[in-house]
Each structure stands twice: as C-alpha cells, then as structure tokens.
C-alpha cells in the first residue's frame, strides 16, 4: 500500500514537471519566431525605398519609352493625350534613314577609340602610381579633377581649347613651329570626330584609373616575389600575375566604360552638336534630335531602344566571353 502510495504521488509530479519543461521551451521559440518575424520585417522596410525608387525612376521610363517607340507619340499628344498606336513603323524609320548607317558607324567608332586610349592610359598610370614616390597621393587627386567636373563645363572648356582661330592647343602649337595656321579640330568632317573622342578619353581616364588602381591594390605582394624566383619580372609578372588577378576587375571597367560611352550625349553636344556634317552624329546624338529638335517623340524612343538593345548584347557577350576564358 506504501508503495502504490508512494507512485501515486509520484506521477502526477512527474507530469507537472514535463508540462512546465514542454512550456519552457515553447516560450523560447515563440520570443525566437517572433524576432525573426520582426527582423523580416525591418528587412523589407528598408528595401521598399529602394524597390520604389528603381520602379519609379527606372522601370517607369524604361516601360513609358517602349511603349511610346509603337506609337505615334508628337507635341499634340501633350494637349489631346492620344497617340496612335503604330506598331513597328517607327522602327522602320529611323533603321531605314540614311543617317543610320552614319550614325552607327560613329558610334562604334566614337566607342571604340574612346574606351581604348581611356583603358590604356588608366591602367598605365594605376600601375605606374603602385610605385611609392613623394605627392603621390596629391597627383592622383588632382587626375580626378576631369571626373568631377560637369560634363557640359568639360565641353565649354574644350570648345575654347580647340577652336580654330583663339584656342591655347593652335597657340601652342604654332609657337612649337608645328602648324602654320589654325587646325579646324570641331570643325573639319575629318577632325571633329577625332578631336570629340579626344576629350572623352580625357574624361573617362579618372574612372578607369581609380578602379583598376584599387584592383591592383588587392592583389597580394607573396605572388610577384614568388614570381620574381622564378624569373617573372618586368613584362613578364605583368603577364602571368598581373593580368590574370586584374582580369575580373577588368570586365567591370569595360562593361561599364561601353555601356556608359554608347549614351555619351553631353559632349558631342557641347563640342560639335553632332557635326560638321553629321561627322559626329551618334545613335544618342540622333535620338536626342528626333525627340528634342525635331519633336517626334516616337522615332527618339525607337532609337534609342536600339541603343539599349546594343549595350545589352555587347555586355552579355563580353560577360560570357570573359567567363569561359577564366573558365578555361
């Protein structure tokens, strides 16, 4: 009787305690969904600024172009708010025009050249700023000036550099004994162009310097004195060291460097308006004249949808390109 007493007794303190035990590690996970909850929450609070900001001022324009480049988008859509759908005749226009073919030529030619002097010369000058010399800080400052600079006060600056008759560049180089009389750099349908990618290259040199200077930066000194044992100096460390390391920070630059050159429109502008004789017109030039000059708001957005379709394959196919070399 004692026993079965003494079991009794037992029991019912036995399943208090598990109960108090099951309740005590309930209370913990809930305090622990609970904060999970609450973090997902500030989580998303903190994104929705950004998600409506992308949409707002890049989805929303990007979407509002599409549509416009099907219809046929004038001055009089503003007052009567109808644009007729036209489907691809805009397309057909601005591919079939005559200033097309001009204007892609330039473009891959402003492009090209522009993203080759600004490369080179980036990443001559971050591999010669590694070395540790006095004011070497304060020179790599003062070459970000044309960074910061306004595109459009870079553009005036230049316009006075290079005119014919009163610019310092024909100044100086007469005192030189180089040039007889005043070179037309904007204004001869041989020159302009050249002169124009000139003064992008000037531009873009800063953006190409700071990013492939910090890339170098990052690659670790062990690697070129173990190179330098086995006699890779010089041009050599460069070519099986250097280039390798740099060559992710590379593909940034050059992403970058087309995707911004193919929409440079604040220069051309500023320096030629796109001539003499349509020698500088660009795909971004002409599409800035159809919708602004012009007013046909329709074959603008149709072109410079194409322009975007561009920029687009040539980033993909570099990006891939660039991942099987590293692949292989």
């Known amino acids: 009787m004692a026993l079965t007493t003494d079991l009794s007794r037992a029991t019912p303190k036995g399943k208090t305690g598990a109960g108090k035990a099951g309740k005590g590690n309930a209370i913990p996970a809930a305090r622990r ?33 599409v549509v416009m480049s099907f219809q046929d988008y004038t001055t009089a ?4 708010g109808e644009a007729p759908w036209v489907g691809l005749a805009n397309y057909a226009t601005v591919l079939s025009s005559s200033l097309f073919s001009t204007s892609l030529l330039n473009t891959a030619l402003f492009t090209v050249g522009s993203i080759a002097g600004q490369f080179v010369i980036g990443l001559a000058l971050a591999i ?24 459009i006060v870079s553009s005036a600056v230049w316009r006075w550099i290079l005119d ?38 000037w531009i873009g040199i800063p953006f190409n310097l700071t990013i492939l200077y910090g890339g170098l930066q990052e690659i670790p000194d062990e690697l070129y004195e173990a190179g330098s044992l086995d006699g890779a100096t010089g041009w050599k460390a460069f070519r099986h ?15 970058l460097g087309v995707v911004y050159t193919l929409k440079v429109l604040d220069i051309i502008l500023g320096l030629t308006n796109g001539g003499p004789a349509n020698s500088t017109q660009t795909i971004a030039t002409q599409s800035y004249a159809l919708s602004f000059a012009e007013f046909k708001f329709g074959e603008g957005a149709a072109l410079g949808n194409v322009l975007v379709v561009i920029s687009l394959v040539f980033a993909v196919l570099y990006l891939r390109a660039s991942r099987r070399a590293v692949d292989e």
């Open 33 to 65: 969904g609970i904060r999970q909850r609450r973090e997902r929450l500030f989580q998303w609070l903190f994104l929705v600024p950004a998600v409506v900001y992308m949409a707002l001022f890049f989805g929303y324009p990007v979407v509002k172009n």
């Open 77 to 80: 859509t503003f007052f009567t």
């Open 128 to 151: 010669f700023f590694q070395r540790k010399f006095p004011l070497n800080g304060i020179l790599r400052s003062l070459l970000l000036l044309p960074w910061l600079l306004p595109l």
């Open 164 to 201: 014919k008759d009163s610019g310092t560049l024909n100044r100086f180089l007469g005192d030189l004994g180089v040039v007889d009389t005043g070179v037309p750099w904007l204004t001869s349908t041989s020159l302009a162009l050249i002169a124009v990618v000139g003064v992008n290259i």
């Open 241 to 255: 060291i250097t280039w390798p390391m740099l060559r992710p920070v590379v593909s940034v630059v050059l992403v």
